[in-house]
């Protein structure tokens, strides 16, 4: 066999490349396996206290008896041969864990009080955070929304962070699944603002380097181009040096600040599409999750008002998983029934032709579609999901695809660079 280039030549490529491949290790580390809860649901700090979490789901189990879980699954419009098993995951899920992910908002959801009062509904939430998690009752994601890095609230938001984190870290371990949200973002300066209080905070509470993370709202056009045509959403990821967990779109903030009309105000606006696009782009291959945003047409009223927004909600939450947002924001307790009803539709509709193609992939049969390692892991993503959030169970992973939860992990966590 003849061959040109020496020992010598592949050196010098390996030279010329080793700057790339560190910044591929740096910066696109790819995902950790770890679990993406499928919402985040927002409640008003001074409304929080523990055992929230369980209320919601008692309401929204109600909501359910009240119009029937016929009526839910023809809204969320689950196929005929999924509605007996989508029924009694909804069911359990709204009995066992009903919120993956509470966000105790002391921003929009809370608005604006005196500084003493504030300090006081902070430093609350914090000990009723504590009591749910000495009683093994927390919800297993769990943090603060506190006001943006803006000049005119900049004080009052480092203080409420300040405030949350000291007082929870004083009386224990934080939450593993502790979740710090900073809203409006409109510069790559205030990401590194958040880095270098983090760093502040766990040096002042004894706490492990990196062991604060936050996620990034996206609700302003600079979040996600700048004034010198950047795309900062791209910037303010690799800004916040492995602090940055996720990026959550914020419907209505960013619609406004388009001049975009209430009436038109849709996760589903073209506008709210490129954002998220954009945000899709900027976060490939870092590990950083990406998450949906609400609507605001609530479950509430009389019978079909309640179906109506059922039906909406759920084509919304199915919209967002086939666009690849695995999670979204809830702000009603009725909205959770058609959060899991569509969620756990979409997985099990995908079961059987998923497991198939990956078992065909991993034990190299022939089939009807050729698929590279690239989709591969989709697939494998795809299952580890559904797996994750209850809609799917390891036992039929196993039957239809022979691997193991632990096979899936392995198949999702490469670099991109790997």
């Excluded at 066999?1 to 560190?22: P, T």
């Excluded at 040096?203 to 990034?216: H, I, T």
């Amino acid at each position: 066999m003849k061959v040109s280039l020496d020992q010598a030549a592949l050196g010098e490529i390996e030279r010329r490349l080793a700057a790339h491949d560190a910044h591929l290790d740096q910066a696109y580390p790819g995902d950790d396996g770890s679990r993406q809860p499928v919402h985040t649901v927002y409640v008003p700090a001074h409304r929080y206290t523990a055992g929230l979490a369980q209320d919601w789901g008692a309401q929204a189990w109600a909501a359910v008896e009240a119009q029937g879980t016929e009526a839910l699954l023809d809204a969320v419009g689950v196929r005929a041969d999924l509605r007996d098993a989508v029924a009694a995951q909804v069911e359990r899920k709204l009995a066992t864990e009903p919120v993956e992910d509470l966000r105790i908002d002391l921003e929009d959801g809370y608005g604006t009080h005196p500084d003493a009062a504030e300090d006081e509904v902070t430093a609350a939430a914090a000990a009723a955070l504590r009591a749910e998690l000495d009683a093994g009752r927390a919800t297993p994601f769990v943090g603060i929304r506190f006001k943006c890095f803006e000049r005119p609230t900049r004080a009052r938001a480092l203080r409420t962070l300040d405030v949350f984190v000291s007082t929870l870290a004083a009386s224990g371990d934080l939450p593993a699944g502790l979740v710090l949200t900073l809203p409006k973002v409109t510069a790559v300066a205030q990401v590194e603002a958040m880095v270098a209080v983090c760093e502040r905070l766990e040096d002042a509470n004894g706490l492990p380097a990196g062991r604060l993370r936050f996620e990034v709202q996206v609700e302003t056009p600079q979040s996600i181009l700048d004034a010198a045509g950047t795309v900062t959403v791209a910037r303010m990821i690799h800004a916040g040096g492995g602090r940055v967990s996720g990026l959550h779109y914020g419907t209505y903030d960013y619609s406004a600040s388009l001049g975009i009309s209430a009436a038109y105000q849709s996760m589903e606006h073209p506008a709210a599409d490129l954002a998220k696009e954009v945000m899709q782009l900027a976060a490939a291959g870092t590990g950083v999750r990406l998450s949906d945003g609400s609507t605001n047409v609530l479950p509430v009223g009389d019978g079909a008002q309640v179906r109506a927004a059922w039906a909406n909600h759920g084509r919304l939450v199915r919209r967002s998983l086939e666009r690849g947002f695995y999670q979204g924001w809830d702000l009603h307790p009725a909205q959770l029934p058609s959060r899991f009803a569509a969620t756990y539709a979409f997985y099990r509709e995908g079961l059987d032709p998923a497991a198939e193609r990956l078992s065909n992939y991993v034990h190299q049969v022939e089939g009807a579609v050729l698929d590279e390692p690239a989709t591969a892991t989709a697939l494998a993503w795809f299952l580890k999901r559904g797996l994750d959030c209850g809609a799917l169970g390891a036992d039929e992973i196993v039957a239809r695809a022979g691997l193991q939860p632990a096979e899936l992990t392995a198949m999702v966590t490469r670099p991109l660079g790997g």
